[in-house]
């Protein structure tokens, strides 16, 4: 081995430092391979420190059971001292030769001819049963798979769009034909000063399921409703205070309609919902829940009691219940007084 082979590498034998520091040490033997080993100092058991300076490459595989024994502390002495002789049936050690010209190779194995004796019959190879079952099955699972993963990849990925205004033929039935709610005739005649109508007005509603917890968004304009799923939103009106008042509040007076486990539709709500104030007046479900989102509507451009006095507006029938005292004749109706009969006074 060269002077710079031993001094800058250690995997092809002792460098110069540990050929140094062995100066002070014992030479224990030598094995056949022509291995050294050696022994001095103490470690941090108090056992004694013991060396092998390989002869040739560096590789543990090349140092014989028995050496390999003492360098382990399995025995206290040399291998000739401290285990029995030979025997002559054993082998002599030979290193690790995997990767070498020298390795182990079967009969069959391409170095050696690739040929082997053929097989005496008493191998039979094993073929599960039902194999072409399996196949199929898992090709079934793999296809399921698939087409499963492309419907939620299409659900994840495509907008939800928003729900439409639609006037159908709602259930409710079951509502009686007095109900204390009705919408007034006001048909679209603009108001006197200058507001929107209440049919043109448009609402934005929210409506919640709790359930899957979806959120939607209904646009209704007053006698509009829709129908999403099992419930049933139906506008009556809408409000908004004008902007010269002090407080501001968005208004929209909402029927909800819910069918039930037994398929009938039943009313769980009626009357105003605000924006400003959502638990003034909520609606308690325990799957929907709805709220005023806008009302959009106009003003004048002046405020009441600065804009001229209007043209009335004719009259329009009202649907509500009329008072018994309504249809009384009042006291200022009852014609010109009587001449009193008292005599004038002379007072000047």
């Not at 391979?33 to 001095?40: A, E, I, S, T």
């Not at 439409?164 to 006001?186: F, H, K, R």
Request: hydrophobic content about 40%; some cysteine; overall charge positive.
């Amino acid at each position: 081995m060269g002077f710079l082979a031993s001094t800058f590498t250690w995997w092809n034998g002792a460098t110069l430092g540990t050929k140094f520091g062995l100066r002070s040490m014992a030479k224990m033997g030598e094995d056949a391979l022509g291995n050294v080993y050696y022994q001095g100092g103490k470690d941090t058991a108090g056992n004694p420190r013991r060396w092998v300076i390989y002869q040739g490459a560096t590789d543990a595989s090349r140092v014989p059971p028995a050496w390999f024994s003492w360098l382990h502390h399995q025995v206290d002495d040399v291998p000739d001292r401290a285990l029995p002789p030979i025997r002559a049936w054993q082998k002599p050690a030979v290193p690790n030769m995997t990767g070498t010209a020298l390795a182990y190779r079967p009969s069959g194995a391409l170095e050696m001819g690739g040929k082997r004796a053929a097989a005496t019959g008493d191998y039979e190879a094993w073929t599960p049963e039902g194999v072409i079952m399996r196949w199929l099955a898992a090709a079934v699972l793999v296809v399921v798979l698939g087409v499963g993963g492309w419907f939620g990849y299409r659900a994840l990925t495509t907008p939800v769009a928003k729900v439409a205004a639609v006037q159908q033929e709602l259930p409710g039935a079951e509502e009686p034909a007095n109900s204390s709610i009705e919408t007034i005739d006001t048909g679209a005649a603009t108001i006197a000063t200058g507001g929107t109508p209440m049919a043109q007005r448009v609402a934005v509603l929210g409506l919640l399921n709790k359930r899957n917890g979806e959120t939607r968004e209904v646009t209704l304009k007053p006698g509009q409703a829709t129908r999403m799923g099992d419930v049933v939103l139906r506008l009556r009106a809408c409000e908004q205070t004008a902007p010269w008042e002090q407080e501001q509040l968005t208004g929209a007076f909402v029927q909800v309609l819910v069918r039930g486990v037994d398929t009938k539709w039943r009313r769980s709500f009626s009357g105003w919902l605000y924006k400003e104030r959502p638990a003034l007046n909520a609606v308690q479900h325990p799957i929907y829940d709805v709220w005023t989102k806008s009302c959009a509507m106009t003003f004048p451009a002046t405020r009441p009691d600065t804009a001229p006095v209007a043209e009335a507006l004719p009259a329009k029938r009202s649907s509500a219940r009329k008072s018994p005292a309504a249809d009384a004749p009042t006291t200022d109706d009852a014609g010109p007084s009587a001449p009193s009969s008292a005599p004038a006074s002379n007072a000047t």
